[in-house]
């Protein structure tokens, strides 16, 4: 019985075509059948062939963080807004406020410059496995493992054939079972040539984020530039634009549901793999102690901005990014309890167990993975709460901590070395700090501190920081009055001081820092910490590691009939399924598509995440909406389908059966926010912008028309 039930419960998870972020090089074995089932009508080599132009010519990692992609054959490169907001914001000033008012360059000479930006692209990927992995014998350690990995890696880096102008890449895959090799051209010339208004590219900023119904233009334009022979250089007016080997024909056909999609791009990181015991302590303890601590800063945040507009435009970005990660691990939490993600992975283990159990030679190889799994989490647990505790407020969550976090090297330099070691890394700190003061309110920083440090004392352990923690806010009486003896002494806190010491001697710049009072207080609780937490942790990390590589091993020969992809690390990757509206719960039932009158039902005026531009409401009342119509006549804004993605996959075109871009990936739903560690077909989605919503901002409300004529605008 118990027997038929789990075969009942998992023929459809086994055989079922849905998840998955794919590696290009193997779609032709391991997806083209399924896909061409789906209704895909090219070839698994039209998306990815090494030797001659193929899809992922269009495809660039952007900037690092997103993905973009080329739709002319003049370098024009689509990613979202929220991937070029930096850019966006940097040429932003008050007479020019890009930000509020969007950005159209008339003509290339226009386009602006944007250092920093970057566009990569993928030559070509090698399966590298059995040399990266020459010499790795079963009985090594960890340690010795690693060590002849990284020698195999660099034999493996200078005996690939390459380019000049190309590097070279190598990731694990698999949890390090696997390692591919990957050539890259990167481009640093890129202009920033348009991005709608904030009230269409961010529309619902951080209340609909990670929510569907949906209505963002989340798109922006940029343009990559090349030297005179199509390779990469550095800014330079004399730099032309890039004609890159492919560039995506954009569709106004409209999609329906059922449609066979594909996003193609750069997922950051899944957790797929874990055990039961490692989600739950991800939802159960991890979570909600970042969560808690976010909350918290997020709300110190939010009623400053609110009383003062200035706090809001220097606090806006810091907001939303906080804020970004905050409402997804919310929403991962919920969604792990709603959908049994525990349940569905026990069940998983306890398949894998039978299978195991049966098996002598897999019994004696994989018997103990489990349960050893299992003790190293739970072991583990304390250490990596007090972690994540640590990483939050020592960190990322108090500026001027997280600005001593980032010192603390340099200023220890002085104090083992002298102003001769010290001075070399001047310039260095000074352009950091420069960047910190631009949009620092001490006032904001020094509130988020006293709460947040006393949440530290509270949550973790006194012998971890947390009592260092507590004797200074009771010597200082209270949690508020030991912030405000910090932010009041310390020269971190206060621009003029700061500038004042730096002019001078660095010798007195150096005595200042190692007894500045922020400096001292980090240390106070950062030393405990790590050293009673670090190697501990490190130690318990990289056993589970190696059980995790384990694992991964034993489930790809133990469950033969499925297919696994390997974890998201950054690296190109596609990823299928249909355009789809989903279910969350009972009678609720969400369509897969919203329009611009979606927009106008949550239009507040003068509200800043729901105002809505005098002219796009102009548009709405005459419906003049072109070719970018619907054939009912309303304009498509956002869509969903079940593509599987995460972070990094934002600005990922979305592409039709023919590899036309329909869309640009930039959201996931909010129920589906778990499937970084349990994609489920059912409830997961991804979310992105319409191409007609797209051509009809640049067209129709823009007016620029040079853009949408450089385009390649295909209709069936
Ligand atoms: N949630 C999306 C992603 O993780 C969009 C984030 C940008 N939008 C925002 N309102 N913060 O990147
Ligand atoms: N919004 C994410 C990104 O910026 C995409 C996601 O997490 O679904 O990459």
């Known amino acids: 019985m118990k027997k038929l039930f789990l075969l009942f419960f998992l023929l459809p998870a086994l055989l079922a075509a849905q998840g998955g972020m794919w590696l290009p090089m193997h779609l032709e074995k391991q997806n083209e059948k399924d896909m061409k089932a789906l ?5 698994a080599d039209d998306l990815y062939a090494p030797n001659r132009p193929s899809v992922k010519d269009a495809i660039c990692q952007f900037s690092g963080g997103c993905t973009g992609a080329m739709v002319s054959s003049q370098g024009l490169l689509l990613t979202n807004h929220h991937c070029g907001f930096d850019a966006i914001q940097t040429h932003s000033t008050l007479e020019h406020n890009y930000v509020e008012e969007g950005f159209w360059a008339k003509t290339q000479s226009e386009e602006l410059p944007s250092p920093g930006e970057t566009a990569m692209f993928i030559s070509r990927m090698e399966d590298v496995t059995a040399l990266a992995l020459q010499n790795v014998t079963e009985s090594m350690n960890e340690r010795d493992r690693q060590s002849q990995i990284d020698k195999n890696l660099a034999q493996i880096r200078v005996s690939t054939k390459k380019e000049k102008w190309e590097e070279i890449l190598i990731r694990p895959f698999y949890n390090g079972n696997q390692y591919f090799l990957f050539v890259t051209v990167t481009y640093t010339d890129v202009r920033l040539v348009g991005a709608p208004p904030s009230s ?11 929510v569907w119904p949906r209505h963002t233009g989340d798109f922006s334009m940029f343009r990559v530039y090349a030297n005179k022979d199509n390779l990469p250089a550095d800014y330079s007016p004399d730099n032309k634009p890039l004609n890159p080997k492919h560039f995506l024909p954009v569709s106004i056909s409209g999609v329906k549901e059922g449609d066979f999609t594909m996003i193609y791009g750069f997922p950051g990181r899944t957790d797929e793999y874990l055990p039961a015991i490692a989600v739950q302590q991800t939802g159960e303890v991890l979570n909600p102690a970042k969560v808690n601590i ?16 200035g706090v809001k435009i220097a606090y806006i970005a810091r907001y939303a990014s906080i804020a970004n990660a905050w409402k997804k691990w919310l929403g991962e939490m919920q969604g792990l309890k709603t959908y049994k993600a525990l349940d569905k992975k026990r069940d998983y283990e306890a398949e894998f167990t039978r299978r195991v159990q049966q098996n002598p030679g897999w019994k004696f190889k994989y018997g103990n993975l489990l349960p050893r799994l299992e003790q190293t989490y739970k072991e583990m647990e304390p250490y990596a709460h007090a972690r994540d505790n640590y990483l939050e407020i020592f960190v990322r969550n108090s500026e001027l901590l997280g600005m001593v976090a980032s010192l603390n090297s340099w200023i220890k330099s002085y104090e083992e070395g002298g102003v001769s070691a010290f001075s070399g890394k001047l310039k260095d700190a000074k352009s950091r700090l420069d960047g910190f003061y631009k949009d620092y309110r001490p006032e904001v920083d020094q509130a988020v501190f006293a709460a947040l440090v006393e949440l530290y004392a509270q949550h973790v352990k006194e012998d971890w920081g947390a009592g260092f923690v507590k004797s200074e806010a009771t010597n200082r009486g209270g949690y508020d009055k030991l912030a405000a003896y910090i932010f009041q002494n310390s020269i ?18 150096g005595e200042a820092l190692k007894n500045d009072p922020a400096v001292v207080f980090w240390r106070g609780a950062s030393n405990p910490y790590q050293a009673g937490v670090v190697p501990k942790l490190q130690e318990l990390q990289s056993t589970a590691n190696l059980l995790q590589r384990q694992y991964m091993a034993a489930q790809l020969e133990v469950f033969k009939e499925k297919r696994f992809f390997p974890d998201a690390n950054s690296t190109l990757r596609l990823t299928y399924g249909k355009v789809r509206g989903y279910s969350p719960k009972d009678a609720v039932i969400y369509d897969f598509r919203t329009y611009l009158d979606g927009v106008m ?41 079940s593509n599987h993605t995460t972070g990094g996959n934002s600005g990922s075109p979305a592409l039709d059966a023919r590899g036309n871009l329909i869309g640009l990936n930039f959201d996931r739903v909010w129920e589906g926010t778990m499937s970084d560690l349990n994609y489920d077909p059912a409830i997961c989605r991804n979310i992105m912008v319409d191409s007609r919503y797209i051509l009809f901002i640049i067209d129709k409300y823009a007016g620029a028309t040079r853009l949408i004529e450089e385009m390649k605008v295909v209709k069936k």
């Open 601 to 641: 039902e949550k239009y507040i005026p003068g509200d800043y995440e729901f105002d809505v531009p005098q002219k796009l409401i102009d548009l709405w009342k005459t419906k003049d909406y072109g070719r970018y119509a619907t054939s009912d006549g309303r304009l498509p804004v956002c869509f969903l389908g």
């Open 200 to 210: 269409i590219g961010k529309f619902g900023a951080d209340t609909d984020n990670w």
């Open 39 to 43: 209704g895909f009508k090219l070839d």
């Open 294 to 309: 976010r909350d918290r800063a997020l709300k110190i945040m939010d009623a400053f901005m609110r009383k003062d507009p």
């Open 492 to 509: 971190l806190a206060d621009r003029n001081k700061w500038e004042a010491l730096v002019a001078g001697d660095p010798k007195n710049l």
